[in-house]
Structures are given as structure tokens and as C-alpha cells.
């Protein structure tokens, strides 16, 4: 996603508390922080939260942390979820910082909603469901490691790194899921006709 860099965006994490500027100092106090043993769904790559705002309103048993890469891009998320919502969380950090976030176990699904593409041959490995991302993933998160999201290169990927796939579309709109919460990349595409695609992959065996 670009976006032109915003003069505020600074002082807006700094300033907002839905913006954790300790995350590392978190690692392994996710459930103190957020005060109960809800489980813990992160974003990776949550652009302006639109995803996690909703489903931190329609789920406040979940607590939701979006980490992005982005200064202003967090801040835009973070300025967007104005409402109180005590089960929400941005953090300004790359995905390679993973295991500088979070315990292994500490964290039970993960979203990755139209990650960048990287589309030159040469960049492929920052792909977020490059195995080299999908092994560090099933390291942090354990035995009931949950990714949802993504496509092609993705399926490859999990096949390759041994990922029991489920519930694959390719029409996600046109499909019997139900309770969807689009995106706002969602909500672009599916406007312009494009079909929009899922799946889910698990740990378990
Ligand atoms: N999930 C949102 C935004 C998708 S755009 C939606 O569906 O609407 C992809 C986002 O991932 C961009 O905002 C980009 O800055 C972020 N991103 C890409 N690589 C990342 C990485 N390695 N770590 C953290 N964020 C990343």
C-alpha cells in the first residue's frame, strides 16, 4: 500500500494508546496487557485496520493485535479506530521481528490479508507466505498454528512446508462462508469484479 507520509503520523503513535511502542517489552505479557486469557488473533501486514476494527467490535472476546510496517499507515489504523475498543492493538514493526514480539504459543491464529505481492522474480523470499516466513510462523505459534488468507504462490508455499490446506474459494463472495468482514482491499477489489479468494491452513497434522 503506498501512501504519501503523513506530518502527524509520529506524534499520532506516540499520542494514541491503541499504539504499542514497547511491543518487544510485551513479549510473553500479551494476556496481562490486555487483562484476560481471550485467545490472541494478530494481523500481519494490517494496512488501516479496517479488518481488525471490525472484527475487534464484532469479537470482544478475541483480542486483535495488527503489526505493520508502515509509520503512517499504523497511525491511520490506529486514528480510524477511535472507538474504545479495550481488545485492540497496533504495532509498527516488520514481520521479520516476529519472534521479538511474541512467546511461542502466545498468539493462536494469523491473518494475512492481500499481503504485497513482490512480484519480481528476485523478491520473492519477502513474500509473507515465503516458507522461510511460514516455518518461522509454525515455530512462534505452535501446534494449532492457524493462517487464513492469501493465493497461488501461498498454496505452493504451504504444500511445500507440509500445511494441512481447508475451506480453499476462489469465489469467497459467491461461497457458503458466512460471517465475512472484508478488508479494505477486499471492498476495492470485489468493487472493481474481481473475485476474491481464501483459504485456510493449519499446523495440525
Ligand atoms: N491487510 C490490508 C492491507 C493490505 S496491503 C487489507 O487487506 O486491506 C499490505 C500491507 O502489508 C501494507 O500496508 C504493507 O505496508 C504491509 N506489509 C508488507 N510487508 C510487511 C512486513 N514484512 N511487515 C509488516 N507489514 C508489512
Redesign the pocket.
Known amino acids: ?1 503506498r ?1 504519501r507520509k503523513k506530518p502527524w503520523a509520529a506524534q499520532e503513535l506516540l499520542d494514541n494508546t491503541l499504539v504499542i511502542n514497547d511491543a518487544p517489552e510485551k513479549k510473553g505479557k500479551w494476556k496481562e496487557y490486555f487483562g484476560n486469557d481471550h485467545p490472541i488473533y494478530v ?9 481488525l476494527r471490525k472484527n475487534a467490535q464484532a469479537y470482544p472476546d478475541v483480542n486483535f493485535i495488527g ?4 509509520e503512517t ?1 499504523v497511525a491511520m489504523a490506529a486514528r480510524r479506530a477511535d472507538e474504545e475498543l479495550p481488545n485492540l492493538a497496533f504495532v509498527r ?4 521481528n516476529l519472534s521479538d514480539l511474541f512467546e511461542v504459543g502466545e498468539f493462536q491464529r494469523l ?6 505481492p513482490w512480484p519480481k522474480k528476485r523478491t520473492y523470499k ?1 513474500r ?1 507466505t515465503y516458507r522461510g516466513f511460514l516455518q518461522e510462523y509454525r515455530r512462534i505459534m505452535g501446534e494449532d498454528a492457524e493462517i487464513r488468507g492469501l493465493f497461488e504462490f501461498s498454496l505452493n508455499e504451504f504444500c511445500a512446508d507440509d500445511w494441512k490446506l481447508s475451506n480453499i474459494s476462489l469465489d469467497l463472495h459467491n461461497s457458503d462462508y458466512e460471517g465475512n468482514i472484508m ?6 477489489f470485489s468493487s472493481r469484479g474481481m473475485p476474491i479468494y481464501r483459504l485456510e491452513a493449519r499446523n495440525r497434522k
Not at 494481523?43 to 479488518?51: L, M, S, T
Not at 514493526?93 to 521479520?96: E, L, P
Open positions: 500500500m501512501v494481523e500481519i501486514g494490517c494496512g488501516k485496520g479496517g479488518f503489526i505493520e510496517r508502515q499507515v514493526d516488520n514481520a521479520s491473518y494475512l490479508n492481500f499481503s504485497d519477502r509473507l478488508t479494505e482491499y477486499e471492498e476495492k
